[in-house]
């Protein structure tokens, strides 16, 4: 199994940028896929993630100006990042788990498969 982020860089403040993460060795539509990020001096911290069943679920700081997807065609994962701010700066990681339920979605532990991150870097 293969997850592998990118698609970040650097913008300003108020600006969108599009993570991917392209999956190798399992289906996305079978595994709940999750967006988790760490900035610096922080833990690591649950962003978003899409079930199996479509469900989509967001940090309260992140509703409304992130949107999670996904094309299990091309067993690619999206997270759409609209209005960035500063505290949006972090290495963004992309995770599958195969057995996540709603209780667990958000935390990292449910997580089995881990890409590398990339990096998100929010000038004020």
């Known amino acids: 199994v293969q997850l592998q982020a990118f698609g970040g860089g650097l913008v300003q403040t108020g600006g969108s940028l599009r993570l991917s993460c392209a999956v190798s060795?399992?289906?996305?539509?079978?595994?709940?896929m999750g967006w988790f990020r760490q900035a610096p001096g922080k833990e690591r911290e649950f962003v978003s993630a899409?079930?199996?069943?479509?469900?989509?679920h967001y940090k309260d700081s992140v509703k409304g100006r992130f949107t999670i997807s996904r094309d299990s065609a091309k067993s690619t994962v999206y997270l759409q990042m609209n209005s960035l701010k500063p505290e949006d700066t972090a290495v963004y990681y992309c995770?599958?788990?195969?057995?996540?339920?709603?209780?667990?979605?958000?935390?990292?532990?449910?997580?089995?498969?881990w890409g590398q991150g990339t990096l998100v870097t929010v000038s004020s």
């Open positions: 995770a599958a788990s195969a057995g996540a339920i709603l209780s667990t979605v958000g935390s990292s532990t449910a997580y089995g498969h």
């Open positions: 060795g399992i289906g996305t539509g079978n595994y709940a």
């Open positions: 899409i079930r199996w069943t479509s469900t989509t």
